[in-house]
């Protein structure tokens, strides 16, 4: 408590900062009220948001508290997203590697088989790791886990029916909202999980589908189509936008819609989904122009939704408190994460932002911070996007096409990878790397890479781009040889001045 009020004092010193010195008194408050089984912080979901608010909590001196209705801990991301997602990109990838890369290299064998069943396993157990993984992370730290649905009884209080049958109240100063997302369903087609399935079913197909049709060309679409693509499947991807990955730089987008067309994936874009068939052996999709026009039956033995996500609040008790959402569904906050009501705050996919697992953990941090009576922030525009295919589409920043919307005068430097030696070595130089600088100070306004693994590469930009280094900044800088990042060096070279190696 002691500790507390100086905080307050503390800030409150410092500097006048209204904001910041309420925000300690209402915790100081609390503090001081609290009784034995009340937390400082409760926080509702346990994926990338809420279990890393509930542990950076719980390092900061907080007793905290996390509840979580799936049993494990990891969220979408852990359990059903990011994880198991990339266990199977990267096991359908070697298959792939193994039929159409091998030979070339000299490596060759007798038969090549896929065991799915193995496959699924290998991803089933890296995914109990790392939720076990995070449940040693909170006794490690003493966050309390409560496995339950939690829903809200007054702005303080949090009624919890837990796994086991029971029911429970967890009582808070601060409760923390990171209940995530959920699948975008469409009118008329209904997620069985078998025919028609969501990311979750796409991610445990029991065998591999002959013909398999995507709705939605964005991150789950491509990423899911690329793993039963390489495992078989002729892979349709209907869009409804004019473009794949519609918040991509254009000029990189064409060129990775070229690359998933190699690879045998067919796009039919500007066209929507108008009717599901499911009655007899496969599905019947029945396709319209989406500017409206003729109508055309397309067959599939398995079709994946991945349409987007919207905001999961559903049993919450959000009205029951008063808190606000939007249009959207989306939890209203101010930019220290709290609602409309005071002590509850919400982060992660729930609110508005980019939908990813690395800005809800950066939200959860910042809340957290923000409880304590520090400061904190979150630039959304630096976080950075990935698309995990092969090559992979890693981006930070704008795009040219917002720059020029901005009216900024700026240059372009790219650098391709068949100029990269250890891209060529490896024989995997489809790519480039593009940058965008502002031509009056060179400063850089955006990166976007296409590589094998651009996820990687994208960092050194993301950390330029916090920094506000400028082109040359970065051309100046040593890397080491022969490396993918050269091509970075080389592309921010091109930006301010000119390449060596092209
Ligand atoms: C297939 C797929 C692949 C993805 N791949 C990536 C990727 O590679 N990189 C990336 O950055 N992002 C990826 N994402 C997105 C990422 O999963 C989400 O952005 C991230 O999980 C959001 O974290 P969160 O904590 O806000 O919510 P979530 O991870 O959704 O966690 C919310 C948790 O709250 C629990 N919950 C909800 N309501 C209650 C309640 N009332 N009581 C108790 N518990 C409750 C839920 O059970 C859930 O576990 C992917 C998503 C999918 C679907
Ligand atoms: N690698 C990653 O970081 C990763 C991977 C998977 C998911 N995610 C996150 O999960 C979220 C959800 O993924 P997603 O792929 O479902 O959504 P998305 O927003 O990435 O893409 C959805 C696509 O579906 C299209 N679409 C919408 N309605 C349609 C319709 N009726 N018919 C045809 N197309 C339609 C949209 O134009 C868009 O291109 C993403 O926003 C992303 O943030 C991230």
């Known amino acids: 408590m002691a500790a507390m009020a100086s905080l307050a004092r503390r800030r409150a010193g410092d500097v006048f900062r209204p904001e910041a010195v309420r925000r300690a008194a209402v915790f100081c408050r609390g503090f001081a009220a609290a009784a034995a089984d009340e937390n400082d912080v409760v926080v509702i979901g346990g994926g990338p948001g809420g279990y890393v608010a509930a542990i950076k909590a719980a390092q900061m001196g907080l007793k905290t508290t996390c509840i979580e209705k799936r049993g494990t801990l990891g969220g979408t991301c852990l359990n059903v997203g990011c994880i198991p997602s990339k266990a199977l990109l990267h096991s359908s990838h070697m298959y792939h590697e193994a039929k159409h890369a091998f030979p070339s290299h000299g490596v060759k064998f007798s038969q090549l088989e896929i ?4 496959m699924m396993a290998q991803k089933d157990k890296a ?24 829903k809200f009884v007054s702005p303080s209080e949090v009624s919890v029916d837990t796994l086991e049958g029971g029911n429970t109240v967890v009582k808070g100063k601060n409760i923390i909202i990171a209940t995530g997302s959920d699948v975008k369903s469409l009118p008329g087609v209904t997620i069985d999980e078998k025919k028609i399935v969501s990311s979750t079913g796409a991610l445990a197909l029991p065998e591999v589908p002959k013909k398999l049709v995507v709705i939605g060309a964005g991150y789950i679409g491509l990423e899911m189509g690329s793993v039963w693509g390489r495992l078989g499947s002729e892979v349709t991807v209907v869009e409804f936008a004019p473009d794949i990955v519609p918040s991509m730089d254009g000029e990189v987008r064409k060129q990775f819609q070229r690359m998933l067309e ?6 039919m874009l500007k066209t929507k989904v ?36 919207v ?16 249009k959207a569904g989306r939890i209203e906050v101010d930019k220290h994460f709290m609602t409309n009501v005071s002590g509850v705050y919400a982060i992660g996919d729930v609110i508005p932002g980019p939908m990813l697992a690395h800005k809800a953990e950066e939200d959860g941090v910042t809340c957290v911070e923000f409880i304590a009576g520090k400061e904190g922030h979150v630039d959304y525009d630096m976080v950075p996007g990935v698309v995990y295919t092969h090559p992979e589409v890693a981006s930070v920043g704008k795009t040219e096409e917002q720059v020029k919307a901005l009216g900024v005068s700026y240059r372009v430097g790219k650098f391709p990878f068949m100029a990269n030696s ?21 400063k850089i306004l955006g ?53 060596i190696h092209i």
């Not at 939720?131 to 649905?149: A, C, D, H, P, S």
């Open 115 to 118: 065991d799915l069943p193995a």
């Open 127 to 150: 995914v109990s790791g790392l939720t076990r993984g995070i449940e040693g992370l909170f006794k490690k730290n003493k966050v309390t886990y409560v496995k339950g649905f939690g």
């Open 262 to 267: 190699k690879q045998k994936m067919k796009f």
């Open 274 to 309: 108008v009717g599901v068939d499911t009655s007899g052996d496969g599905v019947k999709l029945t396709l319209e122009p989406a500017a409206g026009g003729e109508q055309s039956i397309l067959e599939a033995d398995v079709v994946l939704v991945s349409a987007g996500r």
């Open 311 to 326: 905001p999961y609040t559903a049993g919450l008790g959000l009205e029951t408190i008063g808190v606000q959402t939007d």
């Open 422 to 442: 250890r891209a060529k070595a490896i024989d995997d130089a489809d790519g480039l790397v593009k940058i965008l600088a502002e031509k009056e100070t060179d």
């Open 447 to 499: 990166v976007h890479i296409m590589a094998p693994n651009a996820g990687e590469l994208i960092h050194e930009a993301v950390l330029a781009l916090q920094y506000g280094a400028s082109s040359e900044d970065i051309a100046r800088t040593c890397h080491a040889h022969p490396t993918m990042s050269e091509a970075v060096k080389e592309a921010a070279m091109a930006t301010y001045d000119k390449p």
